[in-house]
Each structure stands twice: as C-alpha cells, then as structure tokens.
Nanobody, 129 residues
Framework: EVQLQASGGGLVQAGGSLRLSCAAS????????IGWYHQAPGKEREGISC????????YYSDSVKGRFTISVDNAKNTVYLQMNKLKPEDTDVYYC??????????????????????WGQGTLVTVSS
C-alpha cells in the first residue's frame, strides 16, 4: 500500500523559507515519481513540482521556478521541497503525490500535465506579509 506523509508546513514571514518533506513507504521508490501540489480553499490543486526518484529529473511550474527546489533522498525514501523567498500568495495546503512510471522522463516531459493516483495528507503553509 502506497503511503505518503507530508510534513514541514508552518507559519513564516514573507521572504522566509520552509522545507517540506514527503516520506514514502509501501512501494518501490525508484519506480515512481513524486509530485508536489498546492491547493487554496475553493480552488483546484495545482501541480508545482515533480521529481523522478531514479534519475532526479525535475519539473517546476512558472510560479515557483527559481524559488523552490525539489530533491530526493533515496536512502530515506523521502522527497523534499525547499521553499525560499516565500510570498503571501504561496499560502496554501501542500500535498505530495506518487505515480508509478515507465520512464524517468515523466516529470520533465509531462510537466504541467502531470497526474497522480496516490496522495498523502496535506501540510499547511502560511506566509504572513
């Protein structure tokens, strides 16, 4: 059973940083890609980043490119999202998700059209102005 545990959210001032973690278990980590989404109340979830655990290839949405960095620690089956230069509009619930793939190029080739079937619970990020 795929299990994903997101953590690391909290309250931070604008311009500050947070690091989110997504701990994964129950599947062969190297055969999956992990994505991060955010969702504001009343809005659809938006994919913001994705990483292949096998080769580290990545995708970033325009809204976070240059500010957020996704990384993977295969020894710990954990994906991180380092969030720098946070803005009040980054305030959202953040979710991680997993998808089994046949190609490590999923994130870099699919990008904004990525989709996932397994989801963890969210972690709330609040950025004060």
């Amino acid at each position: 059973e795929v299990q994903l545990q997101a953590s690391g959210g909290g309250l931070v001032q604008a311009g500050g940083s947070l690091r989110l973690s997504c701990a994964a278990s129950g599947f062969t980590f190297e055969s999956y890609v992990i994505g991060w989404y955010h969702q504001a109340p009343g809005k659809e979830r938006e994919g913001i980043s994705c990483i292949s655990s096998s080769d580290g290839s990545t995708y970033y949405s325009d809204s976070v490119k240059g500010r957020f960095t996704i990384s993977v620690d295969n020894a710990k089956n954990t994906v991180y999202l380092q969030m720098n230069k946070l803005k009040p509009e980054d305030t959202d619930v953040y979710y991680c998700a997993a998808r089994r793939v046949l190609t490590s190029a999923y994130c870099s080739s699919i990008g904004a059209h990525m989709s996932f079937g397994d989801w963890g619970q969210g972690t709330l990020v609040t950025v004060s102005s």
